[in-house]
C-alpha cells in the first residue's frame, strides 16, 4: 500500500541565520527535559533536524500522528511549556518557530525563555529570563524572530523553556546562535581542533549546499550517511565550489583530516585548502572577502580524494601553519565532504 508523504519546500532563511549553529538540534545533542502535556506527540520530535512531514492515514494510539510537538486541548485555565536543554551552551541570535501541518492544531502564540546553569538542570526555583516576548503564529507556517536585545543575544544560555498559548503543536524549533567554548582553558601546548563546531568553528559562506550545508563539516563524530555532510549539486560548466569556515579561534595547523564518509559515486575529485588570518572579521564575509580569497594562503594543494575515505595530511605535507583565522575549502569540482578537522593550536 502507497503512503503519501509531504513535504514542504525549502525556505529562504533571513540574514541572522546565516552561518549560525542551530543549538536545539537533536542530532548535536539538544533533548527535551520536561513538557506540561506531550499527549498527540512528543516534545523531542520538535527538535528532530530534518523537516517536517506530514503522513496521510498515519494514525496511532492517541490519534493523528504529526511530526513535531503537540498537547491535547486544554480545558481548563493556564497554557502549555516545555524545557528543552541545547545542545552545547551558545549564544542565541534567534529562532524559527515552524508550525508546518499544523493547521487546525497550532498554538496562537508562544514565547521563549532562557537560563544559564553551569550544573545541572533548571528546577522550580530557577530564575528565566524571557528573550522573545509572546508572539503570534500563524498555521503551517516559518516564524523567524531575532532576539530584540542585543545585550541578551551575547549572553551564553544553557536551557529553554518554550510557553504555547494555551495549546497546540509545532512541528520544529530552530535556535540559532554560536557555541560557547572557553578558550583560556586549553594550553597553548594541547592540540584542539580549531574547526569544530563546538570550539565556535562556522560555515560563514559557500558557493552552493543543494544537498547538505557546510555546517555538517564541522559536526562530531563521523557522518552516519550521505546527508549528513555538504555536498554541492552536479556543476554543469567551469568552476569549482567551495566553503569558507570560521575557526573557533586563531591558531597554527598541525594536522588536517577529510573525511568522505559516504560519498561514493559523488566525492570531490580533488581538494585544496586555503588559509587567512582576518581578526577583524567576527560575523559573515563581505563579497570584497569572497573575492579575495584567491589570494588566501595555500595549506594545501590538489589533493586527490578517495571515495568514503579519511584522508589525513600531517605537518609533512601542510604548506603553511599560519597563524590563520578562517579557511577555504575548495573542492573540484563539486561533490560531497562528510567532515573536516583542522588540529592544531591556539594562537
Excluded: C
Amino acid at each position: 500500500m502507497d503512503v503519501a508523504i509531504t513535504t514542504k519546500q525549502v525556505i529562504r532563511a533571513p540574514e541572522f541565520t546565516r552561518g549560525k549553529v542551530n543549538l536545539a538540534s537533536a542530532r548535536l545533542g539538544a533533548a527535551a527535559l520536561y513538557s506540561t502535556d506531550e499527549f498527540f506527540a512528543p516534545v523531542e520530535r520538535m527538535l528532530n533536524d530534518d523537516p517536517a512531514v506530514f503522513i496521510d492515514d498515519k494514525y496511532d494510539d492517541h490519534g493523528k500522528w504529526m511530526d513535531g510537538w503537540e498537547s491535547r486541548r486544554k480545558r481548563s485555565p493556564g497554557h502549555d511549556w516545555a524545557v528543552i536543554r541545547l545542545a552545547v551552551p551558545g549564544s542565541i541570535d534567534g529562532f524559527d518557530i515552524d508550525t508546518s501541518f499544523f493547521t487546525g492544531n497550532y498554538p496562537p502564540a508562544a514565547s521563549i525563555e532562557a537560563i544559564f546553569e553551569d550544573d545541572g538542570d533548571p528546577d522550580d526555583e530557577s530564575d528565566w529570563i524571557e528573550i522573545l516576548p509572546q508572539t503570534y503564529l500563524e498555521p503551517d507556517e516559518h516564524h523567524f524572530h531575532q532576539v530584540a536585545d542585543a545585550e541578551m543575544r551575547k549572553r551564553v544560555w544553557t536551557h529553554l523553556r518554550v510557553h504555547i498559548y494555551p495549546d497546540g503543536g509545532i512541528a520544529r524549533l530552530r535556535v540559532y546562535g554560536e557555541a560557547h567554548f572557553d578558550w583560556s582553558r586549553v594550553t597553548a601546548e594541547e592540540e584542539v581542533d580549531l574547526a569544530y563546531i563546538f570550539h565556535g568553528g562556522r560555515a560563514l559562506a559557500w558557493s552552493d549546499a543543494h544537498y547538505g550545508f557546510p555546517a555538517k563539516l564541522i559536526s562530531p563524530g563521523r557522518g552516519v550517511n550521505m546527508g549528513d555532510g555538504w555536498e554541492t549539486a552536479r556543476r554543469r560548466g567551469p568552476g569549482h565550489d567551495w566553503a569558507i569556515l570560521k575557526l573557533g579561534h586563531a591558531g597554527t595547523v598541525d594536522r588536517v583530516i577529510v573525511d568522505t564518509a559516504h560519498f561514493k559515486g559523488n566525492y570531490p575529485d580533488r581538494f585544496d585548502l586555503l588559509g587567512a588570518f582576518m581578526p577583524d572579521h567576527v560575523g559573515s564575509l563581505s563579497d570584497d572577502d569572497i573575492v579575495a580569497s584567491v589570494d588566501w594562503t595555500p595549506i594545501l594543494k590538489d589533493r586527490k580524494l578517495q571515495m568514503d575515505h579519511i584522508h589525513e595530511y600531517h605537518a609533512d605535507t601542510i604548506l603553511d601553519r599560519g597563524p590563520f583565522t578562517h579557511l577555504r575549502l575548495n573542492i573540484h569540482p563539486d561533490g560531497g565532504v562528510s567532515r573536516v578537522r583542522v588540529m592544531g593550536h591556539k594562537a
